[in-house]
């Protein structure tokens, strides 16, 4: 059985616990419910012989399988407030972006258009659908042909006039 993010995230960010592989194999077998024991049991967790760059990939996967780091696509217009009407929705609902990808020439886009690659980290996929409710509250819309993706009113009438 392999240790798989889902099973040793919960380990590092609720027990604090640093455990490789073989050393969680018990507590792993219980999460799965692959060992159901059939009373009070004990799981050794031993070793901490483990990449730290293992380690990383491990937890940001966590993340990702729990919902918790979510990726969002959003065309702006390439003019100066469009970034920052996207972050401020995003920071009134509690979000936090991790990371920016500012693209100005994706491929397919108008001129004057950038698609923004957003890594947010969140609460989960609720707390992520009141992001996506708040920025369509605040005007942008779903991009035809692109159902991850988001559009600004002015990035979209820059796709009218092409």
Known sequence: ????????????????????????????????GRYRPKGKALAVISGGNIDINLLGSMVRRGLVEAGRYQHLAVEVSDTPGELALVSSVIAEVGGNIL?????????????????LELLLEVNGAEQFSDILEALRERGLRGVPGSPARLATESARRRHESR
């Open 99 to 115: 990371e920016v990808d500012h693209n100005r020439e994706a491929p397919g886009m108008p001129v004057g258009v950038a698609v």
């Open 1 to 32: 059985m392999r240790l798989s993010p889902r099973r040793s995230s919960p380990l590092v960010e609720r027990a604090k616990f640093v455990v490789e592989g073989a050393g969680a194999l018990g507590i792993a077998a219980v999460m799965s």
